[in-house]
């Protein structure tokens, strides 16, 4: 059975930081491209940033310089530390995991996590 177990976020004011964390289990996590999307009320989900077995990474544009995402294989977890947060980072942060195995793409979602940025 197939687990990404988020932990983290929560409430920061602007300016502040937060991290995140997704621990996986049931997958052979160095094949899985891993990465945290988001949802902010009334929009669609976005990507926020990606990371590659190889540890190659992409990142949104507005959270270049401030997020970092990072995934340890050993340990099976993905982390965003999220820096200088901005109001309009508010949303449900999911994580993902993905394996594109042409003609197959796999795909697992975190049960997400709520970060909220406000004074």
């Known amino acids: 059975q197939v687990q990404l177990v988020q932990s983290g976020g929560g409430l920061v004011q602007p300016g502040g930081s937060l991290r995140l964390s997704c621990a996986a289990s049931g997958i052979i996590f160095g094949m899985y491209r891993m990465g945290w999307y988001r949802q902010a009320p009334g929009k669609q989900r976005e990507l926020v940033a990606t990371v590659t077995g190889e540890g190659r990474t992409n990142y949104v544009d507005s959270v270049k310089g401030r997020f970092t995402i990072s995934r340890d294989n050993a340990k099976k977890k993905v982390d965003l530390q999220m820096n200088s947060l901005k109001i309009e980072n508010t949303a449900v942060y999911y994580c993902?995991?993905?394996?594109?195995?042409?003609?197959?793409?796999?795909?697992?979602w975190g049960q997400g996590t709520q970060v909220t940025v406000s004074s």
């Open positions: 993902n995991a993905v394996l594109e195995a042409l003609p197959t793409i796999t795909s697992y």
